[in-house]
């Protein structure tokens, strides 16, 4: 069911670039392979990843990250020209000492954009069902978190079961250690606070079961979620049509 060798996308300046195609769903179809990525941030890429990202033939970038994050870098739509959408997820970072304070903030963090972010996340799906938005990225800094979220409402409309939804979320777990190698190697100063955080540099599987659960008791299906936040039926027919395919 899972191939992590033909999922990622070995990168230089990104640890988490995923390919979301290959997922089996009902009727004969799964996922469309090399149509939709995932990844952590692109402000790094070389022009050996770009070079990658062209071969692709990526025509949308989506950044989900706060407007802070945006400052520090950015994908480089010069060197390598694309739709770019800017939809924060959330306003601002918890820090550090926010994640010792309250046990489960992550969990706490995922359900908060539910409800806190409807707006930016129908607009996201707004353009990935867009005519000739595909193929596209969706990106945050890590590629776990906000980015896991949208995975998973993206994969659950398409049909995609619940336990490989969250099979899809637990695979950042590995990029996870390469991201906190990086950034440590980034920032040495704050290597004992990196070293800390292993909530932040997790993707236990029980955090993305526990958004499922809320999503469905909260409001009944993932369905039902994206029509309360202003998503028509076509919105979903759209995303079925450019992102699934037979079964070969």
């Not at 939809?87 to 994640?99: N, R, S």
């Not at 190698?181 to 040495?188: C, E, F, G, S």
Request: a negative charge; charged letters at 25%.
């Amino acid at each position: 069911m899972m191939d992590a060798v033909e999922r990622l996308i070995a990168l230089e300046g990104a640890v988490n670039f995923r390919d979301l195609g290959g997922y089996v769903v009902s009727g004969g179809l799964r996922t469309r392979w090399r149509t939709l990525f995932r990844a952590d941030g692109l402000g790094e890429l070389t022009e050996a990843d770009l070079s990658v990202l062209r071969a692709l033939g990526i025509r949308t970038v989506i950044d989900l990250r706060s407007g802070q994050e945006l400052e520090r870098g950015r994908f480089d739509v010069d060197a390598h020209p694309v739709a770019f959408h800017h939809f924060p997820f959330i306003h601002e970072l918890p820090d550090a000492e926010a994640f010792e304070r309250r046990p489960g903030l992550l969990g706490t963090q995922y359900r908060e954009m539910l409800s806190d972010a409807g707006g930016q996340i129908l607009a996201a799906l707004q353009v990935l069902a867009a005519p000739d938005a595909l193929p596209a990225v969706f990106h945050c800094t890590a590629g776990k978190d906000r980015t896991g979220v949208l995975s998973a409402i993206v994969l659950s409309l398409l049909g995609v079961d619940e336990p490989t939804v969250v099979a899809d979320y637990a695979l950042s777990g590995e990029a996870m250690e390469r991201l906190r190698a990086k950034l440590i190697l980034k920032y040495p100063d704050g290597r004992e606070s990196i070293e800390n955080l292993d909530e932040v540099f997790s993707a236990d599987p029980a955090q993305m079961e526990l958004l499922l659960d809320h999503l469905r008791e909260r409001y009944g299906s993932v369905e039902e979620y994206v029509a309360g936040i202003g998503a028509g039926p076509g919105l979903v027919e759209a995303l079925r049509a450019g992102l699934l395919e037979p079964v070969a």
